[in-house]
């Protein structure tokens, strides 16, 4: 934009801390400086200091609680010149003891991230039957294993980067966002406006992912610019992505069961589960909370008794927001590695346990909550995964013992998960418009940020209008003109944006309808709606007298309206089985992933090659997750080390093995969905893979991981090689 600012952004060097000195007088000095903000400026501002993000405020006046927090921010007409000028402000820090881990946050004497307040929260308790006396009875055989995931960020190949213009009566914001309309909003609520009155755009080709949305960048740059009445632009570096943008910490799980002695089927008798999620400095976990990885626990197998204990855990850590499936993948690693655990133990096959442990299947009630599963492709899953990768034929058992292992050895594992992210979406509207050549508009607000969202609703009214797909247009990443079908996240658009969109497409063939009785002078029960391509309205009697789309595209226009309102009263998840083939060098600890194999029930397959991506590309994020990517913390200060692609590595294409996909298609059906009986598919692979490949470690070597990433020093270890 013409006359914009350029905004640079100073961070802390320590997770907690207070400022005793702040000195700007250099900085301010710089010619090219246009504004700095400090927390002594926002302290002393009557509207700065009320603004926060959750419980961040914009700048910590009062206390640093995490590492890479804003502490100072800049605005110059050139973008090395504000960079220049945040290393100018001088900053004295007081150093506060803090704690990074939930072990410590929830250690004896512990430093309290929050004054006063325990670190460790009430949990949310879910419980079917009484597992407690179900543990306690006699012959039964106790099983119990702690789990600790890993630190990981999304790792974005592109950094944060946006454009605030928020000087005139109506806020505009460019930004990587999931969802221009909440986009709008955002930027109207800095404001003091009603949300209608934001104006947003979304990017459609740099991609926006939940790992993105950490820090308070949008709020300095709108601050910047009502102050200096200029637009300011901002783009993050990669090591404030990395350290600021929201990353999952380390959670911890606590898991114990009872089996009957010398059983020779893994039927569980009882399930005890402590979530531990680290919840970060935010008093209230904003998106990857205990009751969301609770789930995982009980959603897959009908077990007898179960209870999960879902504690928050307040730390020195940056706020976990969104990474791919928010934050199944952890609580999918642990409770998936534990069964196999068990089944090794017992020397079974784990497909055996699976199958003795009660799978849902449709027409199965919630066992939490009684609502009714209409749609579950659960064991359809299981066994097109089995057949596809030969499982039952490469599976043997694993060693007895890890002493003694030589060369390279082969191993093949499988798990289950059951995930929320897909199989439902909020209430949502979106509008169709005829145009005067015959073709469609489509207004939804479901952002393409990469993932084929586009195509996918250019087939939606392609299929439902009878359309040659180069008659449909989509509008969807502007706020002006989109309808209102939430973010593109959770796995929800293929639901919002695709019951919308058809019912839309309903209610605009039935206006046509009518126009061309009204036109061909006769009824609509006497008219065929051409379904063919060929874009026209015919008496079925007589095919010659029709009346083509375009006809029909004059006044009154024809504009279809599709309003969904989340349904209740029913239970729904979206599953998937993996199998994961491993080759372990034992002499060097080295895991090599050689295949992996996804089946996830999608409802109804409907563009193949996105969701072809989408499952490709959570099976090599889940492969870095499991075998090398990890975000190391400086300990004295909290800080993370080397916030680079250096060292936070995504694979490479050379270390990406055979992937295999295919695709239940256990169709939904009206109320529940409108779309054909599609689910929500671009999350939920993600979580199996990584259980999976645990577990062929496990099958290859006989040891058990109970922490992330396998790296071949704990492997080595494992083997009393190290």
């Given at each position: ?25 250099s900085?301010?000095a ?6 700095v ?22 700048l910590?006046?009062d ?12 605005v110059?007409e ?13 900053i ?15 250690a ?16 949310t308790?879910y ?20 789990y ?14 946006g454009?605030?213009?928020a000087?005139?009566?109506r ?7 999931q ?8 930027i109207?609520?800095?404001?003091g ?6 104006w ?9 992912f939940g ?19 200029r637009p ?5 570096t990669?090591e404030?992505?990395?350290t ?34 680290n919840?970060?400095?935010q ?15 009980y ?14 855990v ?14 199944g993948?952890?609580?999918a ?5 534990f069964?196999?655990?068990i089944?090794g ?5 784990p497909?055996t346990?699976m ?16 609502f ?23 599976w ?12 390279v ?13 897909g ?9 169709v418009?005829?145009?005067?050549d015959?073709s469609?508009e489509v ?5 393409d940020?990469?993932?084929g969202r ?15 797909m ?5 509008a ?24 919308c ?6 209610d605009?063939?039935?206006?046509m309808m ?5 036109s061909l002078k006769t009824?609509?029960?006497q008219l065929?709606?051409?379904m ?12 010659t ?6 006809q ?9 309206v599709?309003?969904?309102?989340a349904?209740?009263g ?11 083939e ?28 996105s ?8 099976m090599?994020q ?18 993370i080390?080397?916030?680079s692609?250096?060292?936070v ?11 295999q996909?295919?695709y239940?298609?256990d ?9 054909f009986?599609?689910k ?10 990584i ?6 470690v496990?099958?290859a070597?006989g040891?058990?991981?109970?922490t ?11 083997l009393?090689?190290?």
């Amino acid at each position: 934009m013409s006359d914009q600012l350029y905004m640079a952004l100073k961070l802390s060097p320590y997770s907690a801390a207070t400022i005793t000195a702040v000195d700007a007088t250099s900085a301010r000095a710089i010619p090219g400086v246009v504004m700095v903000l400090t927390s002594a400026d926002v302290m002393n501002d009557p509207v700065l200091s009320k603004m926060a993000v959750g419980t961040t405020k914009l700048l910590p006046y009062d206390q640093i609680r995490h590492a890479g927090q804003e502490v100072a921010a800049a605005v110059a007409e050139d973008p090395y010149v504000a960079q220049e000028a945040v290393e100018a402000i001088n900053i004295t820090y007081s150093q506060l003891p803090f704690v990074n881990k939930v072990q410590d946050a929830m250690a004896s004497g512990a430093s309290q991230v929050w004054s006063g307040t325990p670190n460790l929260q009430t949990p949310t308790i879910y419980k079917f039957g009484d597992a407690a006396t179900a543990m306690a009875a006699s012959g039964v055989t106790i099983f119990s294993q702690t789990y600790e995931s890993n630190d990981t960020h999304n790792n974005p190949i592109s950094n944060m980067a946006g454009t605030v213009q928020a000087n005139g009566g109506r806020p505009e914001l460019y930004y990587d966002n999931q969802g221009a309309k909440g986009a709008a909003s955002s930027i109207a609520g800095l404001v003091g406006l009603p949300y209608s009155r934001g104006w947003a755009k979304a990017s459609t080709t740099a991609g926006s992912f939940g790992s993105k949305s950490g820090g308070n960048y949008l709020q300095l740059a709108t601050v910047f610019s009502q102050r200096t009445g200029r637009p300011v632009k901002w783009v993050c570096t990669r090591e404030h992505d990395l350290t600021n943008g929201s990353r999952h910490p380390r959670d911890v799980f606590n898991l114990s069961a009872a089996v009957p002695n010398g059983s020779t089927t893994g039927a569980i008798n009882a399930l005890q589960v402590n979530i531990y999620n680290n919840t970060g400095d935010q008093k209230a976990a904003m998106v990857a909370t205990a009751s969301g990885a609770a789930g995982y626990f009980y959603n897959t197998y009908k077990l007898p008794n179960w209870t999960v204990n879902a504690y928050e855990v307040w730390t020195n850590y940056v706020d976990p927001l969104a990474y791919r499936l928010p934050p199944g993948p952890h609580a999918a690693f642990a409770m998936n590695v534990f069964l196999d655990y068990i089944a090794g133990k017992l020397r079974i096959n784990p497909v055996t346990l699976m199958q003795n442990n009660s799978m849902y299947v449709t027409g199965d009630t919630n066992q939490l909550n009684g609502f009714p599963f209409y749609s579950i492709g659960q064991p359809a899953c299981l066994n097109q995964a089995l057949t596809m990768s030969n499982f039952m034929s490469k599976w043997k058992l694993a060693p007895t013992s890890t002493s003694g292992l030589t060369g390279v050895v082969h191993g093949i594992g499988i798990a289950n998960t059951a995930a929320g992210n897909g199989s439902t979406a909020g209430s949502a509207s979106t509008v169709v418009v005829l145009l005067g050549d015959g073709s469609l508009e489509v207004s939804s607000g479901g952002t393409d940020i990469g993932n084929g969202r586009t195509e996918q609703e250019r087939l939606y009214a392609a299929e439902m209008m009878g359309l040659p797909m180069d008659y449909v247009t989509i509008a969807n990443n502007d706020s002006e003109f989109i309808g209102d079908t939430g973010g593109t996240n959770g796995s929800s658009q293929t639901k919002a944006s695709g019951n919308c969109i058809v019912l839309a497409c309903a209610d605009a063939k039935n206006q046509m309808m009518a126009k061309a009785a009204t036109s061909l002078k006769t009824t609509v029960d006497q008219l065929t709606y051409a379904m063919d391509g060929t874009m026209k309205i015919y008496v079925t009697a007589t095919p010659t007298q029709s009346v083509t789309f375009a006809q029909l595209s004059g006044q009154p226009t024809v504009i279809g309206v599709g309003h969904m309102v989340a349904p209740t009263g029913h239970a729904a998840n979206v599953f998937d089985t993996a199998v994961a083939e491993v080759d372990v060098d034992t002499d060097t600890g080295l895991v090599s992933v050689t295949s992996v194999t996804v089946v996830q029930d999608v409802g109804q397959v409907i563009h193949k090659a996105s969701i072809d991506g989408q499952m490709w590309g959570a099976m090599i994020q889940a492969l870095g997750q499991t075998v090398q990517e990890e975000m190391w913390v400086d300990i004295p200060t909290g800080q993370i080390l080397g916030a680079s692609h250096l060292d936070v590595k995504n694979p490479l294409f050379t270390q990406v093995p055979s992937l295999q996909v295919a695709y239940v298609q256990d169709q939904e059906a009206p109320p529940l969905s409108y779309n054909f009986g599609a689910k929500g598919m671009g999350e939920p692979p993600f979580a199996p893979v990584i259980p999976a490949i645990a577990n062929a470690v496990a099958n290859a070597t006989g040891w058990w991981t109970t922490t992330l990433p396998i790296t071949p020093d704990k492997v080595l270890k494992a083997l009393g090689k190290a």
